[in-house]
């Protein structure tokens, strides 16, 4: 990852007021649901891989009852949102945020009972080091229970997917579902899941758009810039046709680290 700010406070602002307080990627509260969906939290140690604005941490602790979560990210201003909104929920004994560095999750081995990640893995271009990372600092029965932007085949993207990809400005580095699961069999994961989330996000992302393009344009120009909100519609525009392509293929992805016999 590049040592440039992806997600100011310009950015953030926006994403929350597209997909709510705290998440900086679509479904909120409802994709965590799902992609915990039958995995014990409850007084458990989580890691939170790309904790963001930390949305995701105080469900975690509040919802789940998790005993502690530590939320990790790499860039200052989503690591001091998160602080910000943990502090106002009361909720700082039993959450802490990390500002780390890309590379190693720095960790003790067999230290986290559960390790989850929603939509920032895409960050990250060695999914094999990821996941063998990841099943180090499992405890043996822990889970692995994330959601990422994946693309739908190895090699080189579309035009189509490379154009979108460029009007992001992100460091995006999509893996294919295929890549993933070698990625987390070779780290020694059993149980492993991907689940297509692409048909539930082409209707939201074109409906995102319709918000974007329609009656609250002008308001979010003037809270965000003219230029700025622009530029969203274009990058929309795009990512609706690699949705609906298929290309663009968001995952639910879930593997548990085998128990001690």
Known sequence: MSNEVLYNTQVISFLEELWGDGFLSPGGSDEVDKVLEGINIKDQRVLDIGSGSGACAILLAKNYLAKTVVGIDVEPPVCEAAQARILAAGLSEKISIELVSPGILPFENVSFDVVFSKDSIIHIPDKAALASDVFRLLKPGGHFAA??????????????????????????????????????????????????????????????????????????SKRYGKEFIDHQIEIWMKLVGVLKSGEHCPHHIRAKKPSES
């Open 147 to 220: 959601s990422d932007w994946l693309i739908s085949h190895g090699g080189t993207p579309s035009p189509e997917m490379s154009e979108y990809i460029k009007a992001e400005g992100l460091d995006f580095a999509m893996a294919s579902p295929s890549e993933y699961e070698e990625a987390l069999f070779k780290a020694g994961f059993i149980e492993i899941e991907l689940v297509n989330r692409n048909p539930w996000y082409s209707k939201i992302a074109a409906k995102e758009l319709e918000w974007l393009k329609g009656s609250d344009r002008q308001g979010l």
